[in-house]
């Protein structure tokens, strides 16, 4: 870790701008080489210089995740959306979508007879640019059809005069140690079994879009139109533990300081500076801790408060010096730009410029 | 739930003012019926409007976790602040703590020799009116030394400069079913302990700060100075499930849309646009779910992601309906307004002003 670093104040959200380049082209080759568009989901980064880091690299259409998203997005010359969610059209919401519409082609999801009528009665004939996409249900049991519902679906939608332009799903199973390549059976089939049935409700050229990071590298050549990974431009605890990602390909961690330290009793721990309100406070079943310490493999953070990461080291590890700065790598990356207002980015080992979080807190 | 909160996008927070007041009387009268200080903690809000009404309840100053916490409350005509937590002072801290003492008076933690040989190194004879308090383990083992050795502590510090105010502890492990008697009383041994420790070091007048929401009213006259609830301001999830808060005493809730719905399989369930980045993901082994809904008191947040609750409901309950709005009361309240800008003040069940979270955000 480079000494300039001594003068940030902690925690502190750090960006390695190579790392984050060599994720980024990684995943654009492999899917390029498929013949598959990227159309990457910036909800993990929710920062304009990094989705234009990402078209760089090949990215066609941005993902998103909310309305608010959106309008950030589009504001930064993003003119290709699709808000990857099954929205409740209020009035509110078709004013703000068509505003978008105005500066940007712009899909959303929908996976309800009731949501396709609520889109209508606020949206039709108003906004030229908007079509919706029905989403699928492959296994996650989140949101979604049933993949045999989708041309019932779509034809109620065309009867109510808005423009289907295809099928989605989110394969989110996928997170789990060994169901990658089940998650990405799943979600071929299901999407395939969808695209049938949009094909005989009578529609030609039905864009298909599927993904999450775990999921894409098992998605062959012909299955999908676009994937719509988001974490893999970073990579996070949970990638490393699922085995997608090495410590120290993640580009992204949280700059952290040794405030208290124990030898006492059986546990050999240090408490960090870093807790909840900065690293989110995921922890899945299958993952070892509430994150990962870069510059200590072996140790864990066995308990995270708000402002306290409880990091346990194992007898053979010395624990580091009190006032020494250790960098955390989050569970779930997608959480972490979102609680700060920027990110300090580090280009070969110096700190550089800070880049705003644009999109920070739009949550509706 | 009033028709006029239908003119808001979701997810949005509500406070509810009159159950705010009541929650934040009930709690300052049993404790000023001990003769105890209240120092709410003002992390759970991050808001200098409720922080006023605490004061015009009887609170005498303001607990923080951070020193960008301070500078804001100090900003908003704060004038005693105690930032609860082993800072490591660094020349920048240093500063800013300097900065901070010109407007109130400050006293911080601190946990070792080392953090008191960095302290006085930066900051000691600059700053009239700041002051240390000791930290003790009272049993969360998280930071604190043990009670016997707040007298050598505080010796050095007092050797190298520093002023020493008093000790205090976090009984965090009041946070499980049943526990919260057991942890008041090793608090109040532990602080009791290290006051002696004091003592034989020569100390007068010791000042001793306690608390949590849940251990507090387990803490009897005469242990401690003053105590630091945070979470009673609001209320949560966590809380209601240890049987302190009944659910309509829960002052903050997330009004939240209904934009998926199924009946299908053995699960009937609705998906809610309040996930994880308005709601957190804090789920302690001892809570149902990821939260309650005001609502359904039947109903469970079974999965939680970004933007998607995953609600499960029993056999026996209706299904709201596609674009009802639901309310949903948080696991652990602290990191809700964390997330957003501002909060929606909700009077007799009418939508009012909008405060501004002006401490979101300042994790160092």
Chains 1, 2 share one sequence.
């Not at 009528?117 to 296994?139: F, K, T």
């Not at 864990?300 to 010096?321: M, Q």
Request: aromatic share 4%; glycine share 8%; net charge negative.
């Amino acid at each position: 870790m480079n000494d300039l670093m001594d003068d940030l104040d902690t925690p502190v959200v750090l960006v390695d701008h190579g790392r984050m380049l060599s994720n980024i082209a990684r995943m654009h080759e492999q899917l390029c080489a498929r013949g598959v568009v990227v159309r990457p989901h910036v909800k993990t980064h929710k920062i304009p210089q990094i989705a234009r880091l990402q078209r760089d690299a090949g990215a066609r259409g941005i993902t998103v995740a909310t309305i608010g998203e959106a309008e950030v997005f589009a504001d930064h010359g993003f003119d290709d959306i699709f808000i990857a969610y099954p929205l409740w059209i209020t009035a509110r919401a078709a004013v703000r979508l068509r505003a978008i519409s105005a500066r940007a082609k712009v899909m959303f999801g929908v996976d309800s007879a009731e949501g396709i009528a609520a889109a209508a009665a606020h949206l039709a004939s108003a906004a030229r640019d908007v079509s919706v996409m029905i989403e699928v249900d492959s296994g996650h049991h989140r949101s979604g059809v049933r993949p045999a519902d989708v041309g019932s679906i779509a034809s109620a939608a065309r009867s109510r005069g808005l423009d289907v332009a295809g099928v989605f799903t989110f394969p989110g199973h996928s997170y789990a140690p060994g169901h990658a390549e089940e998650a990405a059976r799943q979600e071929r089939e299901a999407l395939a079994e969808a695209a049938r049935s949009l094909a005989d409700a009578g529609w030609v050229d039905v864009w298909i879009s599927g993904g999450s990071t775990p999921s894409v590298l098992a998605t062959p050549a012909g299955a999908v139109s676009e994937l719509r990974p988001g974490v893999y431009v970073f990579g996070d605890a949970q990638q490393v533990e699922l085995g997608h990602h090495a410590l120290d390909e993640v580009a992204l961690t949280v700059l952290s300081t040794v405030v208290s330290r124990s030898e006492d009793g059986d546990q050999r721990r240090v408490i960090l500076d870093a807790g909840s309100k900065i690293l989110g406070s995921d922890r899945p079943a299958y993952v070892s801790g509430f994150g990962r310490i870069l510059e200590h493999p072996a140790a864990r953070i066995a308990a995270l408060s708000e402002h306290h990461a409880t990091v346990v080291f194992p007898d053979d590890v010395a624990l580091p010096e009190l006032g020494s700065r250790l960098r955390v790598i989050p569970n779930h990356v997608c959480l972490v730009p979102n609680l700060v207002d920027e990110v300090v980015v580090v280009r070969d080992g110096a700190v550089g410029e800070r880049w705003p979080v644009a999109a920070r807190g739009r949550n509706g």
